[in-house]
């Protein structure tokens, strides 16, 4: 189980050569690991386990745990009957985020949403190539359902990554890092999350883009997120431009 933080002399801290400390989730020994080839994290003695949710830190995990201050990282969450697990982010006003790069199955995901709740998903969308593809793909030919703030209806097929993220109970959210798309054959030119959404009354996803500096400010202070919206302009092609969306 790679972490970033184990507790030092009751502090928080990275993993530096030859340290120990222990667990801020389970309380027992772990080890700093600092080699060549992982990013340095700390490892339980022995190979434990104390959190079966728990995935490997990677760099994309860290990329996304740096915009947080660092006593919102790594998080245990006990519920009322003892049961504990380890919130990637969980922030000031209480909101967990999960940050998603392997599938999960439909069981956990339901598990973690009652756990957590209120929680949202981070996911890397780059985590298989061709989710890049199909994604990429659904919002090219999708419909515009509205363009004030920005809805698509997606050309889902049977793409893996809609069938994977179809939203439940709680916001999902997909990073595509710096990749860039086109709606309606316009560049979005800010780096956006694709929010995922369940219209009203159906089991049908639909799609809107919130710019990633938004989302993050969503998270440390509650301000709005910003929409893209699209711009019908009968004198001018169709533009596409982040403006404010006052709910959320
Ligand atoms: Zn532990």
Redo the contacts with the bound molecule.
């Keep these: 189980?790679k972490m970033r933080y184990a507790l030092v002399n009751g502090v928080r801290q990275e993993a530096q050569p030859k340290l120990r400390g222990v667990?801020?989730?389970?309380?027992?020994e772990?080890v700093a690991k600092c080699g060549q080839q992982r990013i340095w994290h700390w490892s339980?003695l022995g190979k434990?386990e104390?959190?079966h949710w728990w995935e490997p830190e990677t760099e994309w995990h860290r990329m996304w745990k740096d915009q947080f201050p660092k006593e919102w990282q790594e998080v245990p969450h006990i519920a009322a009957d003892g049961e504990r697990h380890i919130a990637d982010v969980k922030t000031g006003t209480g909101w967990v985020i999960e940050l998603q790069l392997s599938p999960i199955s439909l069981e956990e995901r339901v598990s973690r949403e009652g756990f957590y709740r209120p929680m949202v998903w981070v996911v890397d969308g780059l985590r298989y190539k061709r989710d890049l593809g199909a994604f990429r793909r659904a919002v090219t030919e999708a419909l515009i359902v509205k363009d004030n703030p920005l809805y698509l209806d997606p050309f889902t097929g049977d793409a893996g990554i809609f069938q994977r993220w179809t939203p439940r109970q709680c916001p999902v959210f997909m990073d595509f890092g710096d990749e860039k798309f086109h709606v309606a054959g316009f560049p979005l030119n800010v780096p956006i999350l694709w929010q995922l959404l369940l219209r009203p009354g159906t089991r049908t996803t639909v799609v809107a883009a919130v710019t990633r500096e938004s989302f993050i400010q969503f998270c440390l202070n509650g301000s709005p997120l910003q929409n893209i919206v699209v711009m019908r302009d009968p004198q001018q092609p169709i533009r596409a431009y982040p403006r404010l969306r006052r709910r959320y």
């Design positions: 189980m667990c801020v989730n389970c309380d027992r772990m339980h434990l104390c959190d």
